[in-house]
């Protein structure tokens, strides 16, 4: 078993080996070259264009003294080297468009995961390929799915121990989820976890697997899944795995949440929809599930449980704990011991959240209210006022923990929403939604539709928050320089303390959906983000939609993007000029 080399490169902060920086997902750096005190006089120090423009997620990952970066559909992978920034290769995957439609929320990818000199690449179709990472050249490839039936990809690979683990997009498509584990060398399929469906085929062992019930810990039961669905629409169940994963080596446990239930009319699938809107830890050897805890039984909003699921160790009410902090969809902030499973802490990282009042700690559900209920409300009738909307007071947009401060620096959303659901019928390939949307900035707040707060996960309380015009999208970076970075959609990278006090922006080119990365190389410092507006909160503008309901609702929430920026499809890379002037010896016209 050859294991793969990424963990190690990881531990040097020099490179940037995986999309989250570590296997933790904790996207923090040790490098401190730009620190508080310099952060304000980062300069350009070199760019490069895609040539794509749709939404740009995911970052560039830097391995020694090469780079790989990505691109939007049509998936583009550039190989570049730092020395002088040429272009050592280009892999452009030939699709067919009829992917683009099946797609539901733009034509994003989250980035290309390397391992053992191969570059993964995860296509929009559902293809996963490994190329050579020093020519280019395809090593093996495999079908993980069929767009016929709306299954698409836009995740990251994920390269733990020898295996690759995706996942499958199409929760709009009435898909049903499911996370794959292949081996790294050949493509081999090693094991495949459904989200929704009979135990042998979600690899839980109904005696053993466990969940948080009544106040403690106890296993999930015979059928727990089935149970919970009504007839066969567990099959069309959605609970897709399109965001990120963690893995934790000494436990040799893989963490991964699962997205919303099909349709996003709940009246159509009564019962809790086990197990979408779910944190699972597996076995990564076997896949088999060691525990697991819905967040949203029976959703009623889309509030998708993707997110990533951070590993640190916590102080949590004065115990150190193995932790999980997972801040979902929903508007709560959830604390775990990933070992155990068992729910410590759950609260609201936004406080505009009305659809539940709170998190009842024993039963681990959400306490709804009946007026923000869209299954209560009924058929045609339209849920108006409901908060978050269904992208969530966070999407897949990662945070970053800092080792330094022990604090999550977490980019949010600030966004509310009308829902109407109504009846629809499935049709394979053809979108099952089966909800009209609106959705607006949250009502008597700061009248932005974003904010990005340090969120203490210990004891469940927002530490500060700033206030943005729009959501906040861009994954953060945190570095033990005492620097955060972030981006906006209207294009600005932000650099702000560890008091959330701006020390520096940046307008780029386009819209920043990516994620901030940073790395070394000859001794300098350098932090790089990819501009190019589209996801969700951007499909308006991405893809020309002008109705205030078109886009699953986001057309008409972000209108004003259009006011400032265009598409584009850039990477940005900064840098400290090569005289750095002392913060103290600055005049007022530089800091200008």
Avoid at 464 to 489: H, I, M, N, Q, R
Avoid at 549 to 562: P, S
Wanted: contains cysteine; glycine residues 12%.
């Amino acid at each position: 078993m050859a294991e793969s080399d990424v963990e190690k490169l990881t531990k040097d902060p020099k490179n940037w080996a995986m999309q989250a920086g570590d296997m933790a997902n904790q996207r923090y750096s040790e490098l401190k070259q730009i620190n508080a005190g310099n952060a304000g006089q980062l300069t350009v120090a070199w760019t490069f264009s895609t040539g794509v423009l749709r939404g740009h997620e995911g970052g560039p990952l830097v391995i020694g003294d090469m780079m790989y970066v990505h691109s939007p559909f049509p998936n583009k992978v550039f190989a570049i080297a730092l020395e002088d920034q040429s272009i050592k290769w280009k892999y452009e995957p030939k699709q067919d468009p009829a992917v683009i439609p099946v797609m539901c929320c733009d034509v994003v990818n989250r980035g290309v995961a390397y391992a053992n000199g191969k570059i993964f690449l995860q296509q929009a179709d559902t293809t996963l390929v490994a190329l050579d990472a020093k020519t280019g050249q395809e090593i093996w490839k495999v079908k993980t799915g069929d767009p016929k039936k709306g299954e698409t990809t836009t995740n990251t690979p994920h390269i733990f121990k020898d295996k690759v683990l995706t996942g499958v997009s199409g929760g709009e498509f009435g898909v049903r989820g499911r996370l794959t584990a292949y081996d790294m060398n050949t493509g081999k399929l090693v094991w495949q976890a459904h989200s929704t469906g009979p135990d042998k085929d979600m690899l839980i062992d109904p005696a053993k697997t466990m969940t948080w019930t009544n106040g403690k810990m106890a296993p999930v039961g015979k059928d727990s899944s089935l149970k919970s669905w009504k007839g066969d629409q567990w099959k069309l169940g959605g609970g897709t795995t399109w965001g990120w994963y963690s893995y934790d080596p000494e436990l040799n446990t893989v963490y991964y949440g699962t997205g919303n239930p099909s349709t996003w009319n709940p009246r159509q699938r009564p019962g809790d929809n086990k197990w979408s809107m779910t944190i699972f830890a597996r076995d990564l050897d076997t896949g088999m599930a060691k525990w697991a805890f819905q967040m949203t039984p029976h959703d009623e909003w889309d509030y998708d449980g993707v997110n990533e699921m951070i590993l640190a160790d916590l102080k949590v009410k004065g115990k150190m704990r193995k932790a999980l902090v997972h801040l979902d969809r929903n508007g709560f902030g959830y604390t775990m011991d990933r070992v155990s499973g068992e729910l410590l802490i759950a609260e609201k990282f936004d406080p505009t959240v009305n659809w539940a009042t709170h998190i009842d700690m024993k039963t681990g559900r959400p306490q709804v209210v009946a007026k923000y209920s869209t299954d209560q409300n009924g058929e045609e009738v339209n849920s108006k006022g409901v908060c978050p909307a269904a992208l969530g007071s966070k999407d897949q947009q990662p945070a970053t923990y800092s080792r330094k401060t022990g604090l999550f620096y977490v980019p949010t959303n600030h966004v509310c929403m009308d829902y109407e659901p109504f009846k629809v019928e499935y049709v394979a390939g053809q979108p099952y939604v089966g909800a009209t949307l609106e959705m607006y900035p949250a009502p008597n707040s700061h009248g932005g539709l974003g904010n990005f707060i340090a969120w203490d996960a210990g004891t469940g309380k927002i530490v500060w928050s700033k206030p943005e015009k729009f959501s906040v999208w861009s994954g953060a970076l945190s570095t033990a320089g005492d620097v955060v970075f972030y981006g906006t959609l209207e294009g600005y990278l932000k650099a702000v303390d560890h008091n959330g006090k701006e020390l520096w922006k940046f307008k780029t080119p386009s819209g920043i959906i990516g994620n901030i990365n940073t790395w070394e190389y000859k001794g300098k410092q350098y932090v790089g983000v990819l501009s190019g507006i589209g996801g969700w909160a951007g499909i308006g503008l991405a893809a020309g939609l002008t109705k205030s309901t078109d886009g699953l609702g986001a057309a008409g929430g972000y209108k004003d993007l259009a006011k400032y920026t265009e598409l584009g499809g850039v990477l940005t890379v900064f840098a400290l000029p090569d005289a750095v002037v002392p913060a103290g010896e600055r005049t007022a016209a530089q800091d200008r």
